[in-house]
Each structure stands twice: as structure tokens, then as C-alpha cells.
């Protein structure tokens, strides 16, 4: 067997030093988010690429500024100045393309985890006039602008509605949505959650068709939760949730003809239970995109779809062994003449440009190293942008590609970067962080060069100057299987090498995931770290940024790499000369949760106790766009479904367990841990359990997570 062997990695950009302030760290200020790094106001870039929009503090007025100089220049609407209508606020907005009309709504309530319907209204910049965008009673859901901004398309009650400003008068596309059967525009329960996609709807360049995805989900079946809320007879929730296996909505592709005033079925080739993920017109109004996924979501084809004659023309296919990544289909970029996709065809994330007759153009990005976010490209210039782990997997840079193929790195600090460019690609927003550093955001030009700071979090720094807390130290070591992980410690900052400590090893460990970044975080964490322990953090196999092979080797059997990683990495801790081998303990939330539950069933003497927060407990009780991404299906691999899963594995349990769970879940549900506590009593297995009423996966407010981790350390404290 060989040795494990641990690598301090010093990074000389960083200061890893214990900050050396005299207030004590509490978990109070930290579950009252007192050191969370502020950002800005949500931005949207303004046409022709010099201005961006905020909406202002008091949710009162739209503001407009300039990105050269970041100074306020105009503002475009105000509650207390409109017409007819009169609001005490808005909560969001959406501009026409002409800056004519203004779309603000208000009294939001979510749906899923994005989604949500409103209160929407009509602002008509040049009469100062403010009335409800339609004369139907009803929240609406997507309100979205023609590119011409004459008419905005929305959805209520499941069905669409185009308004025209011209006219004033608003017209149903369809009539057939119905809840719990079909959905026109939007999407259903998993799209949203595993494709981010809540808006379906998409209007050609020339305004003259709106191509639409319809759903049906009557065969989907049905999740109730139990709702309580005081009563005797408490209520209860349903919605359409396909677990692994079962029936997913069929969808299907539709374009209405405003000249016509007729709708068409588009004739794209899809499996019975295929998947359309996302639809864009391109600039071309012949060209409709829609991609499509088989249900192993390893073959991916991209049409155009000519909007009259409803026929389809393959143009971009992308096969895998596992799985095609979801994000990279819908981060796919156009212009009139080329489009941009990032495929993982060569073993790595990287971009490739094509001709719009689906004629591979050139390999953009290459390299042993992952793009890990698109941006886009600018056609003028063939200048194409993108963020990418080139300089470590710890790290995110930003760069552009110019149409000679030489790049440049646009961010200038050493640590975690993401940017948010204009609309002509002349500037960008970049939030900066790294392990000491709180947000710092800033406007740069197209060369990099910052223009305006827009948050430098100086009160942050400030306190956290005051505040005596660790920091982290990044580590590798290489496992007896010879795979090379990165982590990070966590030590008390008086750490005493030649004392013993207990260690809580936290992980998430999910697909393409990654806990193991140059970024800021100030968690409950580095509170209990304080109070005595070794935090430990390792990314294993399947985890982010790393290349294709290390992020798709969990395939069809989640749960087995992950946990040897984190039991390997356990047992090379216990040989530390500064931890208590006897007091190892490891916790997570919802996949985190689910590989807390798999590392305590598959080792023996490793870990003393472990956390699992809604975790999941047999993957055919999670959705089927996610399992089945990983998994397939539970008939196809009934093998690998079995041997992942802490539910079969209940009587192998060892270690302690606290298990937590919210009984308002829609994501891992409650069954998980109700159907897993079952099989431990009959396991003849003690564990503990925490449970929060009404509260969803996210068990979110102050008292909730309060109360949440101080019932963990004091678990932890009696059992480890």
C-alpha cells in the first residue's frame, strides 16, 4: 500500500496566516450574515453597450449610468413621478430595445426555486404613463419584449399572451394550459431545476414569430408535502416531480405566425422521451435553434428550424460516453454568420467556432485545462470571452481570444473572477475574491484596464481586521489509488502542534462541483474551528475543473469514488501527529449529505460521527433529468443504483449520526430521510434526528440556520 503524502501548497499571492483581531468570532454575526461580502444592485446592460441600469435601494426608481465613468446619467422611471397608476415600489424591470416602454412589476410569488409570477405593469417612457400591462386579472409570469418592443409576450394561468402597445389590446396564443397537464412557455418542475430554464418563449429578429415550448405533464406523477401551519388538519402541497425512471413531460416545439395568426408544430426530430432544453431564434429569422437531448442526455443535437415551413435542419451534434454538461447547450452564442459552443470532445472544456451551416470553423480554446464559463463573442471583432482554470483548479481568470488566436488575460488579480460584460463587449463587470479578500468589484474596458470601483467592501475588511478567526491553507495529497486532491485546513488560530485535535472533514462532492476554491467565505465552519477543531476540506473524483476524465469518472456509480476519497482522506488525517485519530467526523448538505451517509457505511474505525443534512438517500427517489444524468435509469443500472445507495447500506452504518431534514423539501424530498431512518430501527441502529416544519432544501433565516448549526455543535461536541 502505498504512502499517503500531504503537500502544503504556500501561495505566495495569499496571506494564509490566522487573522489576529481581538473580538471573538460568534455564530450569530455569522448566521446574521454580518461578514457577507456585499454586492452591487443587479445591473442589466443597455443597448449599443455604454449604459447599465440599476433599480435603486428604496425599489423606487430605475437608475441609469455610464460603464466608462459608472456615474449616474439618467433616470429612466420613478415611482413618485408616473401617471395614472401610482406604486410604493417595484421589484423588478425589463427595458424595450428602444427605450420606449419599461415593463416593472411587484407583489412577486415564487413558484420553484427561480420561478415566480407578479404584478406586471406597462410604463410608456415618452407620456409618463403607468397602467397594468394586461386587462385580465391574473399574476403573469415571463413577461418578455418583442425586439422591436411594440408588444411583450407573457404567460397566465399556463398560457400565452402577446399585449400590443400599438393598439392597446392583448390576444390569448393558446387555450389548452392547464395546471398539472400543460404548460405553455414555461417550464415544468425539473426543467427548472436541472436545465435553469424558466422562460421558454423566443421572438425572431423581426418580431413576426414567437416560438414557444409546450409541456405536458399529466403522466408526470405526483409528490404531495404536508404542510403545517397550525391547524388540526393540516394542509398539504402537490406538484408534478418525475423521480428517476418515471414518466417525464413530453415537450414539443411551437412557433405562432403574428401575420397569419396560426400556430405550428415545428417538425424537430426527438425521441418520445427527449428532452429540448432551450430554443433561440438566431439573428436570422429562417433560423430557429432548438436543441435537443436524448433521455441518457449523452447525445445533443442543435437544429434551425425554418419558422413557415416548420422544417428542420441538423446543424451541430456532440456525442459522449457519459453525458453532454447542460450548461454548455445553453451557453451556446450567435451571430448572423457563426455560432460558439463549448464542447469536452478533446478531454477538456474548451470553445469551438462554427459556420451557421454547421461547418466546424476552428477550434477556439485549447489545452490542458477547462473554459469553465462562456461569455461570448463579439462578431465585429471575432473576439471571443470566457473564463477558464488555466492557472489552477483553485482559480478563475478571465480572458479573450482575438481572431489570431492570441489571449489575454483581462482580470489582473490572483484568486476567484467572474465578469459580467456589456452589450458590445467594450466593458465588463469583475467581482474578485479570494480566501482573504472579500468582494471586490470593479468596471474594466475590453483591455482590462478598471475603470470604476464599485464595491470594495472596506467596512467588511474592517471588521474582519477586528475579528480574530483562521484562515485556510490549501493542501494536496495523493490517495493510495495515486489520485492527486486538493484541499484546504482549517486550524484555531492558537493551534498547538503538539496538542491532539478533533476534525470535522465538511465536503459537498457532487458532479462537477467544486468546495476547494481560491474564494471568499466566512462560515459556521471557521466558528467551530475556534472552538477547538480542524476543519478539513477535500475535493475527490467527480469534482470540477479537472478535465473530462476526472469529472465523469463517478459515472453510473455516485457515491463509490467519493467516498473512498473521503475515507482516504480520513485516514491520512488520522495519521497526523496534531489530530485525534478517535475524533473524525464528516458532514455535508443534500449531495454532501448523501456522501456523509455513504463514507459512514463504507468504513469501518475511520469516522467517530457524521451530519448529514437533507441528504439523499436512494437515487431512485431524485429527479430524473439529475439521477438519470449520472445514473440512467434505475432498470439500466440497477447494479449501481443499489450499491449507492445509504438506504441498502442502512445496517452497515458506523458512527454516530445526526440526520436533518426540512418536511417542505421539493428538491430532496423527505421520504429520503424518513425511508432511511425506518431502515436504520430495523437495523437496530441509534442516530439522531433534526427536523424543521415548513422549511424548504435551503432552511433558510437566521434562526433557522442558528438553531441548525448550534444543534450540530453540540452533536458533535457529545459524540466526537
Known sequence: MKKYLLLLICLMEMNVQAQTGTNPLTLRDI????????????????????????????????????????????????????????????????????????????????????????????????????????????????????????????????????????????????????????????????????????????????????????????????????????????????????????????????????????????????????????????????????????????????YFVNPKSTVAKLVLHDESEQFIPEDWILQIAFSPNNFAYVSEKDGFAHIYMYAMTGALEKQVTTGKWDVTKFYGFNPNTKTVYFQSAEESPLRRSIYKMDAKGVKTKISERTGTNNATFSANYNYFVNTFSNTTTPNFITIRDEQGKELVVLKDNKELKAKLAETRFPNKDFVTFTTENGDVLNGWLIKPTNFNASKRYPVLMTQYSGPNSQEVLDVYKMSWENYLAEQGYVIACVDGRGTGARGTQFRNCTYLQLGIKESDDQISAAKYLANQSFVDKNRIAIWGWSFGGFNTLMSLSRSKNVFKAGVAVAPVTDWNYYDSVYTERYMRTPNENADGYKAGSPLELANELNGHLLIVHGTSDDNVHVTNTMDYTAALVSAGKDFEMQLYPNKNHSLLGSDTRYNLYSRIIKFLNANN
Not at 40 to 62: C, F, N, R, W
Not at 120 to 141: A, C, E, H, Q, W
Open 31 to 302: 448566521v446574521d450574515e454580518k461578514f457577507v461580502a456585499k454586492g452591487v444592485s443587479a445591473m442589466q446592460a443597455m443597448p449599443g453597450g455604454e449604459h447599465y441600469t440599476v433599480l435603486s435601494a428604496d425599489k423606487k426608481a430605475i437608475l441609469k449610468y455610464a460603464y466608462k465613468t459608472g456615474r449616474l446619467v439618467d433616470t429612466l422611471f420613478h415611482v413618485d413621478n408616473v401617471r395614472e397608476t401610482k406604486l410604493d415600489a417595484i421589484q423588478g424591470y425589463a427595458l424595450d430595445s428602444r427605450g420606449f416602454r419599461i415593463l416593472v412589476w411587484n407583489e412577486k410569488e415564487g413558484i420553484y426555486r427561480r420561478s415566480w409570477k407578479a404584478a406586471v405593469y406597462d410604463y410608456d417612457v415618452r407620456r409618463n404613463f403607468l397602467k397594468p400591462l394586461s386587462d385580465t386579472k391574473g399574476k403573469i409570469m415571463i413577461p418578455t419584449f418583442s425586439p422591436d418592443g411594440r408588444m411583450a409576450a407573457f404567460v397566465r394561468d399556463n398560457n400565452i399572451w402577446i399585449k400590443k402597445f400599438d393598439f392597446d389590446t392583448e390576444i390569448p396564443i393558446t387555450k389548452d394550459g392547464a395546471v398539472g397537464k400543460i404548460l405553455n412557455g414555461i417550464t415544468d418542475w425539473v426543467y427548472e431545476e436541472e436545465f435553469s430554464q424558466t422562460n421558454m418563449l423566443s421572438w425572431s429578429s423581426d418580431s413576426q414569430f414567437l416560438a414557444f415550448l409546450k409541456s405536458d405533464e399529466t403522466e408526470v406523477p405526483t409528490y404531495s408535502m404536508q404542510l403545517f401551519d397550525g391547524s388540526l388538519y393540516p394542509d398539504s402541497y402537490s406538484y408534478k416531480y418525475p423521480t428517476a425512471g418515471e414518466n417525464n413531460s413530453k415537450v414539443g416545439c411551437y412557433v405562432y405566425n403574428l401575420d397569419t395568426k396560426d400556430t405550428k408544430k415545428m417538425q424537430v426530430p426527438l425521441d418520445a422521451d427527449g428532452y429540448i432544453p432551450g430554443i433561440k431564434f438566431t439573428p436570422n429569422i429562417d433560423q430557429l435553434a432548438v436543441m435537443t437531448l436524448n433521455r441518457h442526455q449523452n447525445n445533443f443535437n442543435m
